[in-house]
């Protein structure tokens, strides 16, 4: 049973907006960092936000200022809001979950298909 189940990707035009979701079950991600991945095709998996148990937030530099990425520990949850979305944000997303200490993540989500296209 894969610990991380995302939820929320789709079809959007340029300039739209989605709102991914994802809900840990089984495991209890309070102490872990949590966030997204993404692989483009043609592209290697890529960090799109990192949340620490603290809830400092890391970036990719070409979300920034569009994608904000946030937690609620009650519900052993990560989301990720997307803004302004541009052709270039289609891929699969991933959720993921790091123990603190490590740079790769130790759990990994199926993916939700997010394709920006006019």
């Known amino acids: 049973q894969v610990p991380l189940m995302e939820s929320g990707g789709d079809l959007v035009q340029p300039g739209g907006s989605l709102r991914l979701s994802c809900v840990a079950s089984g495991v209890n991600f309070g102490l872990h960092d949590m966030g997204w991945y993404r692989q483009r095709a043609g592209h290697q998996r890529e960090l799109v936000a990192r949340v620490s148990n603290g809830g400092d937030i890391l970036y990719e530099d070409s979300v920034k200022g569009r994608f904000t990425a946030s937690r609620d520990k009650s519900k052993n949850a990560v989301y990720l809001q997307m803004n302004g979305l541009k052709p270039e944000d289609t891929a699969i997303y991933y959720c993921?979950?790091?123990?603190?200490?490590?740079?790769?993540?130790?759990?990994w989500g199926q993916g939700t298909q997010v394709t920006v296209s006019s």
């Open positions: 993921t979950a790091w123990v603190p200490t490590r740079r790769l993540p130790d759990f």
